[in-house]
C-alpha cells in the first residue's frame, strides 16, 4: 500500500512540474525593470519577473531600472521558469498576469530579479515571493 501512495505522491508532483512552462530564449524588447519579451525562435512572449515590483514608466528611477534589465539581459540566453515550476513565487502568486507569464528567469544560474532587487532597481514583492529576494531586508522589500 505504502509504495501505492508513494507512486501516486511522484505522479502528482511530475505532473504539476510537466504543467509549468519553461522558455529558454533571447530578451527582445524590455518594457520597464521587471517585464520583458523573451524569444523562442520566432514566438516572443511578454515575461513579468516573479516576486519583484518596478518603478512604473514615468516614475522616478523607472528608465534607470528598465535600463539595468536591458544591461542584466544583454544578448544572453535567458531561462524563465513560470510560477508553479518551482519558483520561489510558488502558491504566493499566479503565473500570469495580463497576457504575460510570470516567472523565475536567470542567466546560468544567477537569479535576474535578485540581482535587480540587490542592485536597488527593483523591490521584493513579499506577497508574492515570501521575502525571498529582501532576506527580511525591509529596505528591499516594496512598501506595503
Given at each position: 500500500m505504502?509504495?501505492?501512495?508513494?507512486?501516486?505522491?511522484?505522479?502528482?508532483?511530475?505532473?504539476?512540474?510537466?504543467?509549468?512552462?519553461t522558455?529558454?530564449?533571447?530578451?527582445?524588447?524590455v518594457?520597464?525593470?521587471?517585464?520583458?519579451?523573451?524569444?523562442?525562435g520566432?514566438?516572443?512572449?511578454?515575461?513579468?519577473?516573479?516576486?519583484v515590483?518596478?518603478?512604473?514608466?514615468?516614475?522616478?528611477?523607472?528608465?534607470q531600472?528598465?535600463?539595468?534589465?536591458?544591461?542584466?539581459?544583454?544578448?544572453?540566453?535567458?531561462?524563465?521558469?513560470?510560477?508553479?515550476?518551482g519558483?520561489?513565487?510558488?502558491?504566493?502568486?499566479s503565473?500570469?498576469?495580463?497576457?504575460?507569464i510570470v516567472?523565475?528567469?536567470m542567466?546560468?544560474?544567477?537569479?535576474i530579479?535578485?540581482?535587480?532587487?540587490t542592485?536597488g532597481?527593483?523591490?521584493d514583492?513579499?506577497?508574492?515571493?515570501?521575502?525571498?529576494y529582501?532576506?527580511?531586508n525591509?529596505e528591499?522589500?516594496?512598501?506595503?
Amino acid at each position: 500500500m505504502a509504495r501505492i501512495s508513494l507512486g501516486l505522491l511522484l505522479a502528482l508532483a511530475f505532473a504539476c512540474v510537466a504543467n509549468a512552462a519553461t522558455l529558454l530564449g533571447f530578451p527582445d524588447k524590455v518594457v520597464d525593470g521587471a517585464t520583458f519579451s523573451l524569444c523562442e525562435g520566432r514566438a516572443c512572449k511578454m515575461v513579468r519577473l516573479c516576486g519583484v515590483d518596478a518603478p512604473k514608466p514615468g516614475d522616478a528611477n523607472a528608465e534607470q531600472a528598465r535600463t539595468e534589465l536591458l544591461t542584466i539581459l544583454g544578448g544572453n540566453m535567458v531561462k524563465c521558469i513560470s510560477v508553479g515550476g518551482g519558483t520561489p513565487c510558488d502558491g504566493l502568486q499566479s503565473a500570469t498576469m495580463q497576457d504575460m507569464i510570470v516567472a523565475q528567469c536567470m542567466i546560468g544560474s544567477k537569479d535576474i530579479a535578485e540581482r535587480m532587487v540587490t542592485e536597488g532597481h527593483d523591490c521584493d514583492l513579499v506577497k508574492s515571493s515570501g521575502g525571498h529576494y529582501s532576506n527580511g531586508n525591509q529596505e528591499k522589500a516594496c512598501p506595503q
